[in-house]
Structures are given as C-alpha cells and as structure tokens.
C-alpha cells in the first residue's frame, strides 16, 4: 500500500461515517440498475450491457455510448470477457471473508483481463478502455458479496496502484477486514447478513460497506 496508512474500518467507525441508505449519492442509481438488471448479471446480454453502461456513468465512469452504425465495443469487450473469465468467479453466495487466496488470485486475473479492454471510441477514434475504476465496479456488480470496488484515489490506498498485483493486495486487505468485521458482528450475536441492516445500509454487503468506507474516508475525506 502507499500513502498514509489505511484506517481500518471498524463497526463502531463505520457507524459513524456512513450514512443511511437512500442518502449516499449513488444508493438509487445502483438499485435501480439490479431492479432493471433483475438477480443474475449476464455480460454476454446486450440489454444488460447497455443498462450496465448507464449504470456506469452514473457512477461517473464516463465510458461512451456507441453513435448509430457503430460496433458496441463495451458489449462486444464484456461478452468476448464472459466467456472467458466467468468460471474463475467465486459462486454468487461465498462472501468475501470467505475466500481462499487462490480465489483471490483468480479474481485478479479476471481483473486483469476485464480493465484493459476496448470500451468505446472517440469521434476520431481513439479507443477508450474500461479501465480500472469501471473494471472493479464491474465485477462487484456481478459478484456483490465477494468484491470490494474501488476509485483511482482508494487504488492508490488499498493496493499502491491499479494493474493485478495491486488489486490482488487490494482484495487481500479488504478480506482481512472483511473477516475481523465478521468477528465483530459475532459478539454482538449479529450474522455476516445482519450487519449491513444493522448499520442502517440493508442493501450493502460486507465487501459493499467496506467500498463504502473507503468512498466516505478515502475519497470525500471524512474523519471517523
């Protein structure tokens, strides 16, 4: 990691930085795109690409709609990817402190895989790439309960840059975290899915409320 040291996050900090749900900017945009998307992402689907890329620029990811006549290159990118990389997901139940580090090592691949591909094009074209950003938003999307998203600013924090090896730190440091706040939700007689309800989020998961600390202290630049 690089940078000042990562604050780790705490049930008791967490409480006290995140907001209720429906008040944090992006809660809405992203309920609406699983409500239209419905319980199983399928990148190789050319609807749920185009809903997927709304969704993406509302997260300010500012990946480029296709001009009639054109080749989507985000679908065509995300279906060529899914048929590659879907078998090295972890199943759509396993939570994130509950991953080996050889599932860790394969979400990184697929990262890698995922973030250098051709996303769009300019009018003179130049090809945009999905990047990182949009590359970890991606796979949390798909994976909810496995994937902790990031921005160029938490990148930076949580694994010292943004190719594989980084994110695979990245991962690494947020199932730690993951598990320690498992621990703690135990001694409260709370279960992995209650802690989410319990801090007033009931959308976000435990690999989603870490993302959300890392957004609240990292990028806005609050103090627990």
């Known amino acids: 990691m690089s940078g000042n040291p990562v604050?780790?996050?705490?049930?008791?900090?967490?409480?006290?930085?995140?907001?209720?749900?429906?008040?944090?900017?992006?809660?809405?945009?992203?309920?609406a795109a699983r409500r239209?998307?419905?319980?199983?992402?399928?990148?190789?689907?050319?609807d749920h690409v185009v809903r997927l890329r709304i969704w993406l620029n509302e997260w300010i990811c500012r990946i480029g709609y296709p001009r009639p006549g054109e080749d989507d290159l985000l679908a065509d990118s995300l279906a060529t990817w899914w048929t590659e990389y879907k078998v090295m997901l972890p199943p759509a139940d396993q939570r994130l402190a509950q991953l080996e580090d050889a599932q860790l090592k394969s979400l990184s691949s697929a990262?890698?895989?995922?973030?250098?591909?051709p996303a769009a094009a300019s009018r003179a074209g130049k090809?945009?790439?999905?990047?990182?950003?949009?590359?970890?938003?991606?796979?949390?999307?798909?994976?909810p309960l496995a994937i902790t998203a990031w921005d160029k600013a938490i990148s930076l924090r949580t694994g010292g840059g943004h190719d594989e090896v980084a994110f695979l730190t990245h991962l690494t440091a947020c199932r730690g975290w993951a598990q320690d706040l498992e621990a703690?939700?135990?001694?409260l007689?709370?279960?992995?899915?209650?802690?989410?309800?319990?801090?007033?989020?009931p959308a976000s998961s435990v690999?989603?409320?870490?993302?959300?600390?890392?957004?609240?202290?990292?990028?806005?630049?609050?103090?627990a």
């Not at 990262?111 to 591909?117: C, H, I, Q």
């Not at 007689?189 to 989020?201: T, V």
């Not at 690999?207 to 103090?223: C, N, P, Q, R, V």
């Open 111 to 117: 990262y890698a895989g995922l973030y250098a591909l």
């Open 189 to 201: 007689g709370l279960a992995p899915e209650e802690i989410g309800p319990y801090l007033h989020r």
């Open 127 to 143: 090809v945009r790439t999905v990047g990182p950003t949009a590359a970890a938003k991606l796979l949390y999307f798909v994976r």
């Open 207 to 223: 690999a989603k409320l870490i993302d959300e600390w890392f957004y609240a202290t990292i990028t806005g630049g609050l103090a």
């Open 7 to 31: 604050a780790a996050p705490t049930l008791v900090l967490m409480g006290s930085v995140l907001p209720e749900y429906g008040k944090f900017r992006f809660d809405r945009t992203l309920a």
């Open 184 to 187: 703690e939700a135990r001694q």
């Open 36 to 46: 239209d998307i419905g319980p199983d992402p399928d990148f190789a689907r050319r």
